[in-house]
């Protein structure tokens, strides 16, 4: 029998104890991922129905309940189904991770981004359900929500996001079209074109704004990484006498200590310098298969502006490292296990 939650924080968790993980859609690019990182590990261990009966629903439904933890690798209506699952199983102490974008400003459900504040990881740890943030409002909020949190960017300020990711992002249809020798693929591309993109209403609250952002995003001819941008006008968009300085040693002083974050030098030195491409350009694929995600502050004071930019992987903090990430805290688990 798996350990529960209780016992792992008495200390009591037996050597070769190990927790029932279910990945609902683990076919799928994200699902794939998250099995890659759970794959091997002593803690946990995988369940699933016979290929047969992968898609059968009451399969699907038994192996939930029956498991310590389910992370549901779905599209947004079938997310919903299968929490609806749960919800009428009020016994059941299964604890569900969603990767849709089905329940992330549901206020039943705990937005798994561990890093937003410091009770959010003790939220995570308690929860039950847990909505695993999209990849661009990693990137958005990451940068944004510690400056309103400050009281630097005014949480009615009028922002925009500009941002590029690999093409895995869109999942296999688009990664098909991408790999496929001919007709080639544009070699980048932008979308979102309606200003209606179901990422708008994450983004905006829990970066702390009363106004959705514009929301740029792009894809580009690579598989994997991406690159979150937010321009600031210090006029219009921060309170009176804000610097880069200060923009970085707020984003410096809320990231303290996280495993994953880590924000770079402030742009303009030559240490910053050296975390670019040649020693100018911001490659947005650097951090492929890893959990990590790195922020970068570029500011001239001189004539009142900055760029805030977040870089990660889509698949990784983006998807199915953080769904991991926030699996292991629900579960009682090292917080790196199978990440680092």
């Known amino acids: 029998m798996a350990p529960t939650r209780a016992t792992l924080a008495l200390g009591l968790l037996p050597f070769t104890a190990s927790f029932k993980v279910f990945i609902d859609g683990s076919a799928g690019t994200t699902g794939l991922q998250v099995r890659d990182r759970l794959s091997g590990r002593k803690d946990i261990t995988l369940v699933s129905p016979p290929d047969a009966s992968r898609k059968d629903p009451d399969a ?39 990767a849709s974008t089905a329940f992330r400003v549901d206020p039943a459900w705990t937005y798994g981004f561990p890093e937003l504040n410091p009770p959010q990881k003790a939220a995570i740890q308690a929860a039950q359900r847990i909505s695993n943030p999209g990849c661009y409002p990693t990137g958005f909020i990451s940068l944004v929500h510690p400056l309103t949190a400050a ?11 500009n941002a590029v990711s690999g093409y895995s992002g869109g999942g296999k249809a688009l990664m098909e079209i991408y790999e496929a020798t001919e007709p080639k693929a544009e070699p980048w591309g932008a979308y979102g074109f309606n200003l209606a993109h179901k990422h708008v209403p994450e983004m905006a609250k829990y970066a702390g704004l009363t106004h959705p952002p514009i929301f740029h995003p792009a894809v580009g001819n690579f598989a994997q990484g991406m690159v979150v941008s937010v321009p600031l006008h210090y006029a219009a968009q921060l309170a009176p006498g804000t610097t880069g300085a200060q923009i970085h040693a707020c984003l410096t002083a809320h990231y303290q200590g996280s495993a994953f974050v880590k924000v770079m030098p402030l742009g303009g030195t030559s240490e910053a310098g050296a975390c670019l491409e040649r020693g100018a350009f911001l490659r947005p694929d650097s951090l492929q298969n890893t959990n990590f995600m790195e922020l970068f502050v570029f500011a001239n004071d001189a004539v009142g502006q ?12 983006g998807a199915s ?9 629900a579960l009682g688990l090292e917080e790196t296990a199978g990440l680092l």
């Open 151 to 161: 009281g630097l960017v005014p949480t009615d300020a009028f922002l925009t996001v």
């Open 306 to 317: 900055a760029i805030l930019c977040a870089r990660l992987d889509n698949l990784g903090k």
């Open 60 to 98: 699907r439904r038994l192996c939930m309940l029956e498991s310590d933890a389910t992370i549901l690798c779905l599209p947004d209506e079938a997310s919903k189904e299968a929490g609806a699952w749960l919800a009428a199983a009020p016994e059941s102490k299964a604890v569900l991770i969603d």
């Open 321 to 329: 490292g953080a769904a991991v990430q926030n699996l292991n805290l």
